[in-house]
């Protein structure tokens, strides 16, 4: 088989084809480095989101914990009120 390629393609076509394959693989290799850059970008941007939307919910969840006691205070304040004016407290010993 060596005898019939050496026959059918003299060394300088040889060497382009060496030559042009080299140049496609070190086209696709760029290729490729730049798609797994592209990736690893793509990742720690999703990593990036992903900390921000946690922190932002843990926020949102303090605030509401923070609101719900202070609606809690004020149901006790408006039910002690109601209780000392109208001096009927069943309403006061229902909510503990």
Do not use: W
Not at 16 to 41: F, G, M, N, P, Y
Request: aromatic share 10%.
């Amino acid at each position: 088989m060596n005898i019939i390629f050496t026959y059918y393609f003299p060394q300088a076509h040889r060497n382009e084809i060496a030559r042009r394959s080299q140049a496609t693989a070190a086209d696709a290799t760029k290729k490729l480095r730049k798609a797994e850059k592209h990736i690893v970008e793509q990742q720690l941007d999703h990593k990036d989101v992903s900390a921000d939307l946690t922190r932002q919910y843990k926020t949102m969840q303090t605030e509401m914990g923070i609101k719900v006691h202070q609606l809690e205070a004020e149901v006790k304040e408006v039910t002690l009120s109601i209780c000392f004016f109208s001096e009927d407290c069943s309403v006061f010993y229902l909510l503990g």
